[in-house]
C-alpha cells in the first residue's frame, strides 16, 4: 500500500509539473511580509488584491504573501478588518519585494476606513468548515470572572460543544474531546484547561490568533480525527517596549514584549497566576486549612531576523495545576511545549518554515496518612505519576506558482514516548512499585495540496497525506482468544520485542478535497471530503476526560481510528460586507473508536487491550451562522442540530445509542455593543438540549431490598435537562490620553442563577430509607459576579 500511495503522490507532482512548467512569460511576482504599523507583528489573513479583478490572494500563517501579475502599472489594495485599508502602486518589471504596515483604525466605530479583508470571508475560501478568531474578537464577549478564555470563545461556534461547566475539552461533531489536535505554535497540547475545565491554558495575551478546522481538513494536518485549532502565538512588539496585563478577583497576569533589536529581533514574556487557595486560607480551618488550589503557566517567544530572507523564532510553554489537602492528598498537573521555527524564503514563489517541538503532559497523584496517624500507626503512603512525551519536525512548503495556483508540500515526523503509569504504595517500611511499560511510536507523514482557481466562480483544493504509524519496541505484544463481545478478553500468548523493533505498523492514504462555486459576489456553495486518521487513544470511562486520564498509542489489539466526512455549505456575503452568513450540512463515520467492558480497568493494567472494544461511530447535523463584523453592534449567532451515535459489539443490545456528548439542539447567542469610546456592553447566551444518560427504569424487590435495573439494556437512554446560561459583562476604559491606559471589566455568569445538571444519580431519602430519590449534580448553581483592571503601557 505505502508503494502505491508514493507512486499516486509522484503522479500528483507530475500532474503539476505538465500543468504549470510553461514559462511565465512577461509575468513578475511581487512578495513580502504585512506587519501592524504600532508593534511589528505579521498579520494572518491579511486581503492582498487588486481592486476590480480577481487578482488577489492572503497572507499565510506567517504573514507572508506572494502575488504574480503581468509586468506593468498595477495598483494593489492590502485590508483587513479593525486595520486602515492602503493601496499601493507599483511598476512591475521584475520580481519586487513589497513589505507592507497596517495602521490600526484609530475608530472601530467609523465604517467607511475599516474594510474587510474580502479574500478571507468565508465565500470567498476555498475550505469549508473553518472558523477564524481574532484576539480582539474574544476580548468583546462576556468574560468568566472578568477574564478573557480561548476555549469558551470556541464553544460558542456551530458545531462545537462540552459536556458541561467543570468538563475538560471541547466536542467537535459528535468526536471525543481527544480527537481535536490542539497546537500553540505547532507544538501539541494535550490539556487544554486549568482548574478541571473553568479556564483555558492559553494566556490572551500572548495570543495573536486562532483557527478551527471542523472539515473540509487541508493535507498539511493530521493525527486527530475531529478537529485542529491551530493557535498563533504573537511574537513580541519589535517597535517598544510595552507591558500589559490584569489583576481579577481569581488570577492576575502580566505580558512584557519589547523588541531586542528594533525592527530585528523582539521578545514576548506573559504569566500567570491564581490565588483562589491563597483568598480561601483565611476560612479554612481544620483538615482543610493547607488546602491547596491554584494553577500557573508561562509563556515566552523570541525572534531573529538575520536577513530579508531568513527569520528564527523560538517560543515555549509551561503551566501546572495544583491541588492538594495538606500532605494527604496531593495532585498536579500540567504541560511544557517548545517550538523552534525557521522562516526561509527561497525566492518570490516559494516559502518554507521548518518547525522542530517538543510537548510533554504529565500528571501526578499521592495519597498519605502522614498529617492524621498516630504515634503507633504506620505511615501508609501511595503515589502515581504518568505522562506522554513527544518529538516533531515538519518543513511546510508553499509554491505560488501563479495567480491561480500554490501548491502546499511538506513531510512530519513524530516520536512518542507513553509513560502510562508507575504507582509506588508504601506501608510502615515496606514498600512495593507496580509499572505499566513505557511504549513507544514513530508517526510520520508526506503530505501535498493544490489550491486551483481558474476562475474568479470555480475553486478547488485537492490533496493527498500519507500516513505511516509504527509501534516500536522495547515491548510486549498481546494475543487474545475472541470472547463474546462485552466480557474481557482472554489472553493466549504473548510476543517479545527488544529496543528500536517494529512491532506494528499501520500505513493509511488519506485523501481531501474542497470545491466552491460562486454564483455571484454574495453567494456561493461549497463541498468538501476528507479522510482522517488517529494513532493514539485517550482512555476515559467518566463522563468527561479528566487530567487523570491514560494515553495509549495503537497496536496490534487496537486499530487507528479512521473518520470519513462529508461537507456541504451554502455562504452568502452582504453587499456591503456588513454581515455575512452561512448553512452547512455534514455526514461523519469512524471506525475502530474504543469504548469499555462493564466495570474496566484502565489504571496500571499492562493488559488494558482485554478491556477495550471496538466501536462504530457516525454522526450528522446542520450548522447556521450569523455574523457581524463591522459597526456599534457587533457579533454572532450560531445554531446546531446534530446527532452522534455509537455502536459497539455486546453493548445496547448491538444497536447504536448516543453519544455521552450527543446534543440535539445547541443555540449560541454573543452580541457586543459600542455604547461610546470608553464604554461597551456585551452579551452571551446559551441553551443546548442535555446531555444522554444511563438510568434504570425498572426494580427488583429481592429479601426486602430494591435493586433497579436497565430493562432495556440500553445505554443513555435518558437524556438531561436542557443546559442554558445568560452572561453579561461590561467595559469602562479610563482616559486614554497618556501612555497608561486602563479598563475595568464587570462581568455576571450565569445571570439567574440557572442550576444546570452535570450528572443526576440516585440515592436513598434520608427521611425514608425505603424511597429512592434522584440528585441533581451542578457544578455552578449561583451568580458569579467577576472584576478585572486590565492595564497596558
Same mark, same amino acid.
Given at each position: 500500500?505505502?508503494?502505491?500511495?508514493?507512486?499516486?503522490?509522484?503522479?500528483?507532482?507530475?500532474?503539476?509539473?505538465?500543468?504549470?512548467?510553461?514559462?511565465?512569460?512577461?509575468?513578475?511576482?511581487?512578495?513580502?511580509?504585512?506587519?501592524?504599523?504600532?508593534?511589528?507583528?505579521?498579520?494572518?489573513?491579511?486581503?492582498?488584491?487588486?481592486?476590480?479583478?480577481?487578482?488577489?490572494?492572503?497572507?499565510?500563517?506567517?504573514?507572508?504573501?506572494?502575488?504574480?501579475?503581468?509586468?506593468?502599472?498595477?495598483?494593489?489594495?492590502?485590508?483587513?478588518?479593525?486595520?486602515?485599508?492602503?493601496?499601493?502602486?507599483?511598476?512591475?518589471?521584475?520580481?519586487?519585494? =513589497?513589505?507592507?504596515?497596517?495602521?490600526?483604525?484609530?475608530?472601530?466605530?467609523?465604517?467607511?476606513?475599516?474594510?474587510?479583508?474580502?479574500?478571507?470571508?468565508?465565500?470567498?475560501?476555498?475550505?469549508?468548515?473553518?472558523?477564524?478568531?481574532?484576539?480582539?474578537?474574544?476580548?468583546?464577549?462576556?468574560?468568566? =470572572?472578568?477574564?478573557?478564555?480561548?476555549?469558551?470563545?470556541?464553544?460558542?461556534?456551530?458545531?462545537?460543544?462540552?459536556?458541561?461547566?467543570?468538563?475538560?475539552?471541547?466536542?467537535?461533531?459528535?468526536?471525543?474531546?481527544?480527537?481535536?489536535? !490542539?497546537?500553540?505554535?505547532?507544538?501539541?497540547?494535550?490539556?487544554?484547561?486549568?482548574?478541571?475545565?473553568? *479556564?483555558?491554558? *492559553?494566556?490572551?495575551?500572548?495570543?495573536?490568533?486562532?483557527?478551527?478546522?471542523?472539515?473540509?481538513?487541508?493535507?498539511?494536518?493530521?493525527?486527530?480525527?475531529?478537529?485542529?485549532?491551530?493557535?498563533?502565538?504573537?511574537?513580541?512588539?519589535?517597535?517598544? =517596549?510595552?507591558?500589559?496585563?490584569?489583576?481579577?478577583?481569581?488570577?492576575?497576569?502580566?505580558?512584557?514584549?519589547?523588541?531586542?533589536?528594533?525592527?530585528?529581533? +523582539?521578545?514576548?514574556?506573559?504569566?500567570?497566576?491564581?490565588?483562589?487557595?491563597?483568598?480561601?486560607?483565611?476560612?479554612?480551618?481544620?483538615?482543610?486549612?493547607?488546602?491547596?488550589?491554584?494553577?500557573?503557566?508561562?509563556?515566552?517567544?523570541?525572534?531573529?531576523?538575520?536577513?530579508?530572507?531568513?527569520?528564527?523564532?523560538?517560543?515555549?510553554?509551561?503551566?501546572?495545576?495544583?491541588?492538594?489537602?495538606?500532605?494527604?492528598?496531593?495532585?498536579?498537573?500540567?504541560?511544557?511545549?517548545?517550538?523552534?521555527?525557521?522562516?526561509?524564503?527561497?525566492?518570490?514563489?516559494?516559502?518554507?518554515?521548518?518547525?522542530?517541538?517538543?510537548?510533554?503532559?504529565?500528571?501526578?497523584?499521592?495519597?498519605?496518612?502522614?498529617?492524621?496517624? +498516630?504515634?503507633?500507626?504506620?505511615?501508609?503512603?501511595?503515589?502515581?505519576?504518568?505522562? !506522554?512525551?513527544?518529538?516533531?519536525?515538519?518543513?511546510?512548503?508553499?509554491?505560488?506558482?501563479?495567480?491561480?495556483?500554490?501548491?502546499?508540500?511538506?513531510?512530519?515526523?513524530?516520536?512518542?514516548?507513553?509513560?502510562?503509569?508507575?504507582?509506588?504504595?508504601?506501608?510502615?517500611?515496606?514498600?512495593?512499585?507496580?509499572?505499566?511499560?513505557?511504549?513507544?511510536?514513530?508517526?510520520?507523514?508526506?503530505? !501535498?495540496?493544490?489550491?486551483?482557481?481558474?476562475?474568479?466562480?470555480?475553486?478547488?483544493?485537492?490533496?493527498?497525506?500519507?500516513?505511516?504509524?509504527?509501534?516500536?519496541?522495547?515491548?510486549?505484544?498481546?494475543?487474545?482468544?475472541?470472547?463474546?463481545?462485552?466480557?474481557?478478553?482472554?489472553?493466549?500468548?504473548?510476543?517479545?520485542?527488544?529496543?528500536?523493533?517494529?512491532?506494528?505498523?499501520?500505513?493509511?492514504?488519506?485523501?481531501?478535497?474542497?470545491?466552491?462555486?460562486?454564483?455571484?459576489?454574495?453567494?456561493?456553495?461549497?463541498?468538501?471530503?476528507?479522510?482522517?486518521?488517529?494513532?493514539?487513544?485517550?482512555?476515559?470511562?467518566?463522563?468527561?476526560?479528566?487530567?487523570?486520564?491514560?494515553?495509549?498509542?495503537?497496536?496490534?489489539?487496537?486499530?487507528?481510528?479512521?473518520?470519513?466526512?462529508?461537507?456541504?455549505?451554502?455562504?452568502?456575503?452582504?453587499?456591503?460586507?456588513?454581515?455575512?452568513?452561512?448553512?452547512?450540512?455534514?455526514?461523519?463515520?469512524?471506525?475502530?473508536?474504543?469504548?469499555?467492558?462493564?466495570?474496566?480497568?484502565?489504571?496500571?493494567?499492562?493488559?488494558?487491550?482485554?478491556?477495550?472494544?471496538?466501536?462504530?461511530?457516525?454522526?450528522?447535523?446542520?450548522?447556521?451562522?450569523?455574523?457581524?463584523?463591522?459597526?456599534?453592534?457587533?457579533?454572532?449567532?450560531?445554531?446546531?442540530?446534530?446527532?452522534?451515535?455509537?455502536?459497539?459489539?455486546?453493548?445496547?443490545?448491538?444497536?447504536?445509542?448516543?453519544?455521552?456528548?450527543?446534543?440535539?439542539?445547541?443555540?449560541?447567542?454573543?452580541?457586543?455593543?459600542?455604547?461610546?469610546?470608553?464604554?461597551?456592553?456585551?452579551?452571551?447566551?446559551?441553551?443546548? +438540549?442535555?446531555?444522554?444518560?444511563?438510568?434504570?427504569?425498572?426494580?427488583?424487590?429481592?429479601?426486602?431490598?430494591?435493586?433497579?435495573?436497565?430493562?432495556?439494556?440500553?445505554?443513555?437512554?435518558?437524556?438531561?435537562?436542557?443546559?442554558?446560561?445568560?452572561?453579561?459583562?461590561?467595559?469602562?476604559?479610563?482616559?486614554?490620553?497618556?501612555?497608561?491606559?486602563?479598563?475595568?471589566?464587570?462581568?455576571?455568569?450565569?445571570?439567574?442563577?440557572?442550576?444546570?445538571?452535570?450528572?443526576?444519580?440516585?440515592?436513598?431519602?434520608?427521611?425514608?430509607?425505603?424511597?429512592?430519590?434522584?440528585?441533581?449534580?451542578? !457544578?455552578?448553581?449561583?451568580?458569579?459576579?467577576?472584576?478585572?483592571?486590565?492595564?497596558?503601557?
Amino acid at each position: 500500500m505505502k508503494t502505491k500511495a508514493i507512486l499516486l503522490l509522484s503522479a500528483f507532482c507530475m500532474l503539476l509539473g505538465v500543468q504549470f512548467s510553461s514559462a511565465q512569460q512577461g509575468k513578475y511576482t511581487v512578495s513580502g511580509y504585512v506587519k501592524d504599523k504600532q508593534n511589528g507583528e505579521t498579520l494572518i489573513g491579511i486581503s492582498v488584491g487588486k481592486p476590480g479583478t480577481s487578482l488577489g490572494t492572503v497572507t499565510n500563517q506567517y504573514g507572508f504573501y506572494s502575488l504574480t501579475l503581468p509586468a506593468g502599472d498595477h495598483e494593489l489594495q492590502f485590508s483587513y478588518i479593525g486595520y486602515t485599508s492602503i493601496k499601493q502602486t507599483i511598476h512591475l518589471q521584475k520580481n519586487t519585494k =513589497l513589505d507592507i504596515t497596517l495602521e490600526p483604525s484609530s475608530s472601530q466605530l467609523n465604517e467607511v476606513t475599516i474594510v474587510g479583508n474580502k479574500q478571507e470571508k468565508a465565500i470567498n475560501t476555498l475550505n469549508t468548515s473553518i472558523n477564524r478568531l481574532d484576539i480582539q474578537q474574544m476580548k468583546k464577549m462576556p468574560t468568566f =470572572l472578568g477574564e478573557v478564555d480561548v476555549l469558551r470563545a470556541i464553544q460558542t461556534l456551530p458545531g462545537v460543544q462540552t459536556v458541561g461547566e467543570g468538563a475538560s475539552g471541547f466536542n467537535v461533531r459528535g468526536g471525543n474531546s481527544d480527537e481535536n489536535l !490542539i497546537l500553540l505554535d505547532e507544538a501539541p497540547v494535550y490539556n487544554s484547561t486549568h482548574m478541571l475545565g473553568f *479556564f483555558s491554558v *492559553f494566556n490572551p495575551d500572548a495570543v495573536k490568533s486562532l483557527n478551527l478546522i471542523k472539515g473540509g481538513f487541508p493535507a498539511e494536518y493530521g493525527g486527530r480525527t475531529s478537529s485542529v485549532l491551530d493557535i498563533r502565538m504573537k511574537d513580541g512588539n519589535s517597535q517598544k =517596549l510595552n507591558i500589559n496585563g490584569g489583576i481579577g478577583n481569581i488570577f492576575s497576569r502580566l505580558a512584557v514584549e519589547a523588541p531586542i533589536v528594533q525592527d530585528k529581533s +523582539s521578545f514576548i514574556v506573559a504569566a500567570r497566576r491564581s490565588y483562589i487557595d491563597v483568598l480561601m486560607k483565611p476560612f479554612m480551618k481544620g483538615d482543610m486549612k493547607d488546602t491547596k488550589l491554584n494553577f500557573y503557566d508561562l509563556t515566552a517567544k523570541a525572534n531573529y531576523k538575520f536577513n530579508d530572507n531568513n527569520q528564527l523564532f523560538l517560543s515555549g510553554y509551561f503551566g501546572r495545576d495544583v491541588f492538594g489537602f495538606g500532605s494527604d492528598v496531593n495532585m498536579n498537573w500540567g504541560n511544557a511545549t517548545a517550538t523552534l521555527r525557521w522562516n526561509h524564503v527561497f525566492n518570490s514563489r516559494l516559502f518554507l518554515n521548518l518547525s522542530t517541538y517538543y510537548s510533554k503532559y504529565d500528571y501526578s497523584l499521592s495519597f498519605s496518612n502522614s498529617s492524621k496517624k +498516630s504515634e503507633s500507626e504506620a505511615l501508609e503512603k501511595y503515589d502515581w505519576t504518568s505522562n !506522554i512525551i513527544n518529538y516533531g519536525f515538519k518543513p511546510s512548503f508553499t509554491w505560488y506558482l501563479n495567480t491561480k495556483s500554490t501548491v502546499h508540500f511538506g513531510a512530519q515526523a513524530v516520536y512518542y514516548t507513553f509513560k502510562p503509569g508507575t504507582g509506588i504504595g508504601q506501608e510502615g517500611n515496606d514498600q512495593k512499585t507496580k509499572q505499566t511499560p513505557d511504549k513507544h511510536a514513530l508517526e510520520s507523514a508526506l503530505y !501535498i495540496d493544490h489550491e486551483y482557481k481558474p476562475s474568479k466562480k470555480f475553486g478547488i483544493q485537492y490533496g493527498l497525506r500519507l500516513s505511516s504509524y509504527q509501534l516500536l519496541g522495547t515491548g510486549t505484544e498481546y494475543y487474545y482468544a475472541d470472547t463474546t463481545p462485552g466480557i474481557r478478553k482472554r489472553l493466549i500468548g504473548t510476543k517479545n520485542y527488544g529496543a528500536g523493533e517494529v512491532m506494528k505498523t499501520y500505513p493509511y492514504l488519506e485523501p481531501r478535497i474542497s470545491v466552491r462555486y460562486a454564483f455571484n459576489d454574495q453567494n456561493a456553495v461549497k463541498v468538501a471530503y476528507s479522510r482522517t486518521t488517529q494513532f493514539m487513544h485517550q482512555l476515559s470511562n467518566t463522563a468527561s476526560p479528566t487530567p487523570l486520564d491514560i494515553w495509549t498509542p495503537s497496536s496490534n489489539n487496537i486499530e487507528p481510528m479512521v473518520s470519513n466526512q462529508y461537507t456541504a455549505g451554502y455562504f452568502y456575503n452582504a453587499p456591503n460586507d456588513n454581515y455575512e452568513l452561512s448553512a452547512e450540512v455534514f455526514y461523519k463515520t469512524t471506525d475502530h473508536q474504543l469504548d469499555y467492558i462493564d466495570n474496566a480497568n484502565l489504571q496500571l493494567n499492562p493488559q488494558i487491550e482485554a478491556d477495550l472494544l471496538p466501536s462504530q461511530g457516525r454522526a450528522y447535523g446542520l450548522e447556521l451562522y450569523a455574523k457581524k463584523d463591522i459597526g456599534k453592534t457587533t457579533g454572532w449567532i450560531s445554531y446546531t442540530l446534530s446527532r452522534s451515535e455509537r455502536k459497539t459489539p455486546g453493548i445496547s443490545m448491538n444497536e447504536w445509542f448516543l453519544n455521552r456528548y450527543d446534543r440535539t439542539h445547541n443555540v449560541n447567542v454573543v452580541i457586543s455593543h459600542t455604547v461610546s469610546k470608553r464604554v461597551s456592553v456585551s452579551g452571551n447566551f446559551v441553551f443546548a +438540549s442535555g446531555t444522554p444518560a444511563t438510568f434504570a427504569d425498572n426494580r427488583l424487590e429481592f429479601q426486602g431490598w430494591d435493586i433497579p435495573y436497565n430493562s432495556t439494556e440500553k445505554r443513555n437512554n435518558y437524556r438531561l435537562d436542557p443546559y442554558h446560561r445568560l452572561d453579561l459583562s461590561l467595559t469602562l476604559k479610563g482616559k486614554q490620553e497618556h501612555r497608561w491606559k486602563g479598563e475595568w471589566v464587570f462581568s455576571l455568569y450565569n445571570v439567574y442563577a440557572r442550576r444546570n445538571a452535570y450528572t443526576v444519580y440516585f440515592r436513598q431519602n434520608p427521611d425514608d430509607p425505603d424511597k429512592k430519590e434522584a440528585i441533581r449534580l451542578s !457544578i455552578i448553581g449561583s451568580i458569579i459576579p467577576g472584576i478585572t483592571y486590565n492595564f497596558k503601557f
